[in-house]
């Protein structure tokens, strides 16, 4: 069965400094590979997705993720905060050769102070 | 592009009632999916369906029920409403295909008093 893993509920940056969303996954092979953005009161959106063509992926807004076989993760990073990032964040997996369906990683809340 | 809608939005059910959660999307996708998110756990698949007249349970199937009679329309349907099913409802939608990603409505808030 696959997972995925994010670590802390919660992470506080200060504008203009660095974003790193943690998402670690449990799979057999290795997967496919999402993050999301869920702004409030908002359904999610996709920010960018790993598919097997790159390691490492850009996204929208300035974010990219790259995707380690050998950590099994999938980090979502940005160089410079904004307070307009402020959002939760979703990590997802759906497995290679399998049925499609995406299994989501219980989030990670942005802060952005100013 | 209306892409994936939800309605209502938001919902307060008494206790032991019922009510159905419309979903609709114009993208000609053949899967569809029912989440709800809680505080701290994600989401959680509820329900999906590969196609008209298809449906499987997800990981929390209990005291929901749903039907996919056209591409388009997938409504969720709780019967007798309990105060563990407030929470806020997604509905989803995607191609079936390796690596494509889900699209999403902007969500139920239901509310179970």
């Known amino acids: 069965a696959q997972s995925v893993t994010q670590l802390g509920s919660h992470v506080s940056v200060s504008e203009g400094a660095l974003v790193l969303l943690r998402c670690n996954y449990s799979s057999s092979v290795p997967p496919y590979l999402f993050w999301y953005v869920q702004y409030p009161n908002q359904g999610l959106q996709l920010l960018l997705k790993?598919?097997?063509?790159?390691?490492l992926v850009k996204g929208i807004n300035g974010f990219e993720a790259e995707f380690k076989k050998s950590e099994t993760s999938f980090h979502l990073t940005k160089p410079s905060a904004h307070m307009s990032d402020a959002a939760e964040y979703f990590c997802a997996v759906s497995p290679a050769g399998g049925s499609y369906i995406p299994t989501f990683g219980r989030g990670t809340s942005l802060i952005v102070h100013p | 592009n209306a892409g994936v809608t939800q309605t209502p939005k938001f919902r307060i059910l008494k206790i032991g009632q019922s009510m159905t959660l419309q979903c609709a999307q114009d993208m000609n996708h053949n899967y569809m999916y029912w989440y709800r998110q809680d505080p701290g756990m994600g989401l959680k698949l509820i329900y999906y369906s590969v196609g008209a007249g298809i449906t499987d349970k997800g990981e929390v199937p209990n005291g929901y029920n749903v039907s996919r009679s056209t591409t388009e329309d997938f409504p969720l349907r709780l019967e007798l409403a309990a105060p563990s099913q407030t929470s806020v409802y997604f509905c989803a939608s995607s191609y079936p295909g390796e690596g494509t990603e889900a699209f999403f409505g902007q969500g139920t808030r239901l509310t179970v008093v």
């Open positions: 790993y598919t097997s063509a790159a390691t």
